[in-house]
């Protein structure tokens, strides 16, 4: 390819150690904003509840379905890496753009609905934990707005640099917040004082709807590809696998990391307490807090505070940032003719217009969710937790196929065991959303 973005950096550059290194540091950044986009709601709420109502019983299932599902995320990044292109532009090279229309049909709608209910629960925990007197949705459009200003005045590389400081806040005050629950651990494998034995139906509905999600839904995938693009286009150059691997793999093993802190969180500060736990996200993100405040003090209180808060703010950020990339790639790919040669790699830096009135667009749509669908929010929320379970298993397909398919070179394509694991994910994950569907509608 002609184009100078699509030039990779190779590990056999004859550079002297600080080059290597400085290339190294200057590729990561889309694990990093993997990151901050996971640690969500999934790690803030479902993750401390588990731990709530069984310690530190389903930890080892949480961090194992977190294993397996590392292909699926992988294969994003490594796509990047190898072709420069999209997930998305290789649903299209491989499957056609029926494919990429029946994706854009299904998840565009999905991202308005996660973007409104990161921002409701963001501001329900900020406003709690600061004082704010606003209420919940204008508080939450004020969010929205202050990320789509942050977005807007300094693209993909302010995004990254925010990203890396919430991060860096969320996991000091994380760990402090689970080394002041630690003494309080039961760390049984299975403790007695769980609300339901492992083998049961309470136990299995509990753990279906806590391993579906984790670490995040798997559109993440597609984001963390145009986020390679992203870094790339602002370097100059492609990172290559070694670096993209690297750097992916700082970003999902820390999400798992913090996914097991908020477990630990929730068996040693609420598992036994024998107090009735709030339905809601921003009802039980806040009794967190205090639980904290009458267990350990007033001032371990506002570090779960900052830690909770943090960890929404940071996925509120990378959302407003990461759908509208996959909106543009949608339509973008679909606009393309099939035999254009320019790589998207070529394309990213002009898309900022168009980035703008995707990101436009779905602020829009959330904030007329939260200000006019109130009342059917929960069933906005199901259709987005029912909508992942489905797509799940089809997406981690999808990238299978696309990773070893013809746009990508046979000496690129991921190793036999690799392949194998990616297998089993895609098996696991389709029995999960069989179990979730199970679940929800016939049990």
């Given at each position: 390819?002609?184009?100078?973005?699509?030039?990779?950096?190779?590990?056999?550059?004859?550079?002297?150690?600080?080059?290597?290194?400085?290339?190294?540091?200057?590729?990561?950044?889309?694990?990093?904003?993997?990151?901050?986009?996971?640690?969500?709601?999934?790690?803030?709420?479902?993750?401390?509840?588990?731990?709530?109502?069984?310690?530190?019983?389903?930890?080892?299932?949480?961090?194992?379905?977190?294993?397996?599902?590392?292909?699926?995320?992988?294969?994003?990044?490594?796509?990047?890496?190898?072709?420069?292109?999209?997930?998305?532009?290789?649903?299209?090279?491989?499957?056609?753009?029926?494919?990429?229309?029946?994706?854009?049909?299904?998840?565009?709608?999905?991202?308005?609905?996660?973007?409104?209910?990161?921002?409701?629960?963001?501001?329900?925990?900020?406003?709690?934990?600061?004082?704010?007197?606003?209420?919940?949705?204008?508080?939450?459009?004020?969010?929205?707005?202050?990320?789509?200003?942050?977005?807007?005045?300094?693209?993909?590389?302010?995004?990254?640099?925010?990203?890396?400081?919430?991060?860096?806040?969320?996991?000091?005050?994380?760990?402090?917040?689970?080394?002041?629950?630690?003494?309080?651990?039961?760390?049984?494998?299975?403790?007695?004082?769980?609300?339901?034995?492992?083998?049961?139906?309470?136990?299995?509905?509990?753990?279906?709807?806590?391993?579906?999600?984790?670490?995040?839904g798997l559109s993440l995938s597609i984001v963390n590809s145009l986020w390679s693009l992203a870094r790339n286009d602002t370097n100059?150059?492609?990172?290559?696998?070694?670096?993209?691997?690297?750097?992916?793999?700082?970003?999902?093993?820390?999400?798992?990391?913090?996914?097991?802190?908020?477990?630990?969180?929730?068996?040693?500060?609420?598992?036994?307490?024998?107090?009735?736990?709030?339905?809601?996200?921003?009802g039980f993100a806040n009794q967190v807090v205090d639980l904290y405040v009458a267990t350990l003090g007033p001032w371990s209180g506002?570090?779960?505070?900052?830690?909770?808060?943090?960890?929404?703010?940071?996925?509120?950020?990378?959302?407003?940032?990461?759908?509208?990339?996959?909106?543009?790639?949608?339509?973008?790919?679909?606009?393309?003719?099939?035999?254009?040669?320019?790589?998207?790699?070529?394309?990213?830096?002009?898309?900022?217009?168009?980035?703008?009135?995707?990101?436009?667009?779905?602020?829009?749509?959330?904030?007329?969710?939260?200000?006019?669908?109130?009342?059917?929010?929960?069933?906005?929320?199901?259709?987005?937790?029912?909508?992942?379970?489905?797509?799940?298993?089809?997406?981690?397909?999808l990238n299978h196929f696309t990773i070893n398919g013809a746009s990508v070179a046979p000496e690129d394509r991921p190793s036999a065991?690799?392949?194998?694991?990616?297998?089993?994910?895609?098996?696991?994950?389709?029995?999960?959303?069989?179990?979730?569907?199970?679940?929800?509608?016939?049990?």
């Amino acid at each position: 390819m002609s184009d100078h973005h699509s030039k990779p950096y190779t590990s056999s550059d004859a550079a002297p150690p600080a080059a290597r290194r400085s290339r190294y540091l200057a590729a990561i950044g889309p694990g990093f904003l993997f990151a901050g986009a996971a640690i969500g709601t999934s790690h803030v709420v479902q993750a401390t509840r588990a731990g709530a109502d069984y310690g530190t019983g389903l930890l080892a299932f949480i961090l194992l379905a977190i294993l397996i599902k590392y292909p699926c995320f992988y294969f994003g990044p490594l796509y990047a890496s190898k072709t420069g292109n999209s997930l998305v532009e290789g649903y299209r090279q491989t499957f056609g753009k029926a494919v990429v229309a029946l994706f854009g049909l299904v998840q565009i709608p999905v991202f308005a609905i996660i973007v409104a209910a990161i921002a409701i629960t963001t501001a329900g925990v900020g406003g709690n934990l600061l004082g704010i007197p606003l209420s919940a949705p204008t508080f939450a459009t004020v969010l929205i707005a202050a990320c789509c200003v942050i977005i807007y005045v300094g693209g993909y590389a302010i995004v990254d640099a925010v990203n890396k400081l919430f991060i860096a806040i969320l996991s000091v005050t994380t760990i402090i917040a689970t080394a002041l629950a630690l003494p309080n651990v039961d760390w049984s494998f299975y403790p007695s004082t769980a609300v339901s034995p492992l083998l049961s139906h309470t136990t299995f509905v509990t753990l279906v709807a806590v391993l579906g999600f984790m670490p995040s839904g798997l559109s993440l995938s597609i984001v963390n590809s145009l986020w390679s693009l992203a870094r790339n286009d602002t370097n100059g150059a492609r990172a290559d696998s070694r670096q993209e691997k690297t750097d992916f793999d700082i970003g999902y093993i820390g999400s798992a990391l913090i996914a097991a802190c908020f477990v630990i969180m929730g068996a040693g500060v609420l598992h036994s307490q024998n107090i009735n736990l709030a339905t809601g996200s921003v009802g039980f993100a806040n009794q967190v807090v205090d639980l904290y405040v009458a267990t350990l003090g007033p001032w371990s209180g506002f570090v779960v505070g900052i830690s909770i808060f943090t960890v929404l703010l940071t996925t509120l950020l990378t959302v407003l940032d990461g759908f509208p990339r996959v909106v543009v790639a949608v339509f973008e790919s679909l606009a393309r003719d099939r035999s254009g040669q320019q790589s998207e790699q070529a394309r990213v830096g002009q898309r900022q217009g168009e980035l703008y009135m995707a990101m436009a667009a779905l602020s829009v749509l959330a904030v007329l969710i939260l200000y006019f669908l109130m009342s059917n929010f929960w069933l906005f929320i199901n259709f987005a937790m029912i909508t992942s379970a489905v797509i799940s298993p089809l997406l981690a397909a999808l990238n299978h196929f696309t990773i070893n398919g013809a746009s990508v070179a046979p000496e690129d394509r991921p190793s036999a065991w690799l392949n194998a694991w990616s297998a089993l994910a895609i098996i696991t994950l389709a029995v999960l959303s069989l179990c979730y569907l199970y679940v929800r509608f016939l049990s």
